[in-house]
């Protein structure tokens, strides 16, 4: 399927467009548009204004997508802690490294087009699930 | 940018959670139902996801791009922002420097409160006024005296 979502991707819309490809929809394609109204009808709109796969309560779009999706996976949700905290900082989750990656995202969206920050961040998230897997199996920090 | 908003009075808790987020991201005031925020990318997007908000919660909203006529009361508005980000400095330095002053096997406690505070106030500020040094600098003594603290329990 094709995915839609607004131009000038940051964590949210980063994050959601690997966990799309990786749990969602492994033949994802994306694109990049101003706003809802230049949806086309073959498009699954993301992490825009009035759409299913956006904001709802409390959830940034990456926690809509997990929700909608039910994937209840521990690893998958310690990933939404830290992209729920560089979106919407509001302290609900722990989250240290919330800080550090956004800021790496917003510097990549300011040197790379929507399509390069998509393909560059895809294995940063792949290590974060990596990362978070080993950590839960081994209950402690992995080297 | 400006967000006209309305949200039912009842249930409460919607319209608290809608404030308090138009609070953290550091909105002008300027009515009941009006506030406004210098527009960049971000600002933006976090607005429109209020409205977004205000509309599940039963309300309605509608989100401008504005320009006041003249530069003065532009002026005011960002005055009036810079007002409330000096406030939250203060407030900032005055528990930092109680801190630097109270027990010292608890300022590293504090520092750590103290300096996510900071973050988050120099988050939501968009015309800095004199005080973000003044707290910049309250924190970083704090900082140094936790350290030398835990330098010389180490060496212990």
Not at chain 2, 48 to 54: M, P, S, T
Not at chain 2, 84 to 92: K, N, P
Not at chain 2, 94 to 113: N, T, Y
Request: charge should be negative; aromatic fraction near 8%.
């Amino acid at each position: 399927m094709r995915w839609t979502t607004r131009a000038g991707v940051h964590i949210d819309r980063a994050a959601s467009a690997w966990l799309i490809r990786k749990f969602i929809d492994p033949d994802a394609e994306f694109d990049f548009v101003e706003g809802p109204e230049n949806v086309d009808d073959t498009a699954i709109p993301f992490d825009m204004r009035g759409v299913e796969f956006g904001h709802h309560g409390d959830d940034c779009t990456f926690e809509t997508l997990l929700r909608r999706h039910d994937l209840m996976n521990p690893v998958l949700w310690r990933i939404a802690a830290i992209v729920h905290e560089a979106d919407l900082e509001d302290g609900r989750y722990d989250a240290p490294e919330a800080a550090g990656l956004d800021v790496v995202l917003r510097g990549l969206s300011m040197v790379c087009p929507d399509e390069v920050v998509i393909e560059l961040t895809s294995p940063v998230f792949d290590g974060l699930y990596e990362y978070f897997k080993r950590s839960l199996l081994l209950g402690t920090e992995p080297a | 940018m400006l967000l006209i908003y309305q949200v039912p009075r009842e249930p409460s808790t919607p319209r608290i959670a809608i404030w308090r987020r138009l609070r953290r991201l550091g909105v002008a005031s300027l009515a009941d139902g009006l506030v406004a925020l210098p527009e960049d990318a971000r600002t933006r997007e976090q607005l429109e996801w209020v409205a977004d908000e205000v509309e599940a919660a039963g309300g309605s909203s509608i989100l401008w791009r504005a320009q006041t006529l003249s530069v003065s009361d532009e002026r005011r508005v960002a005055g009036r922002m810079a007002v409330a980000r000096a406030e939250e400095y203060e407030r900032i330095i005055g528990a930092a420097q109680a801190a630097l002053a109270g027990e010292i096997s608890d300022q590293a406690r504090h520092l750590r409160r103290l300096r996510r505070e900071l973050r988050e106030v120099r988050r939501r500020d968009f015309f800095p006024p004199k005080e973000r040094q003044g707290a910049q600098a309250a924190v970083e003594a704090l900082a140094d005296s936790a350290h030398a603290y835990a330098d010389a329990k180490a060496a212990r």
